[in-house]
């Protein structure tokens, strides 16, 4: 059985930075597109990036394109998000997710494996 660990959230200040990691096991990493969501409190789920298996090809909402960078090291089976100038805005739960069929999915069903998730806060 598949599982997805996150961690590396945290309270932090506006304009500070994170880094999150997912660690995957049970399954094969690497044959896996992997793909971050968030929630926040009382909104949609939103998709935040998508990474190919390889690691070649990357993808991102409008809303952190120039500030989050999504990143694997199929070696160690780990995922990464790199978040730098963060907002308030971008307080939320975030999960990482694997598999899924297009670009842009937020809901679990439409994923292989999604993980428990963990919270990030941008507040002074």
């Known amino acids: 059985e598949g599982q997805l660990v996150e961690s590396g959230g945290g309270l932090v200040q506006p304009g500070g930075d994170l880094r999150l990691s997912c660690q995957a096991s049970g399954f094969t990493f690497g044959h896996y597109d992997m793909t971050w969501v968030r929630q926040a409190p009382g909104k949609r789920p939103e998709w935040v990036s998508t990474?190919?298996?390889?690691?070649?090809?990357?993808y991102y909402a409008d809303s952190v394109n120039g500030r989050f960078t999504i990143s694997r090291d199929n070696a160690k089976n780990t995922l990464y998000l790199q978040m730098n100038s963060l907002k308030p805005e971008d307080t939320a739960v975030y999960y990482c997710?694997?598999?899924?069929?297009?670009?842009?999915?937020?809901?679990?069903?439409?994923?292989?494996?999604w993980g428990q998730g963990t919270q990030v806060t941008v507040s002074s």
């Open positions: 997710a694997s598999g899924g069929l297009r670009i842009g999915e937020t809901s679990p069903i439409e994923y292989d494996y």
């Open positions: 990474i190919s298996h390889g690691g070649s090809n990357t």
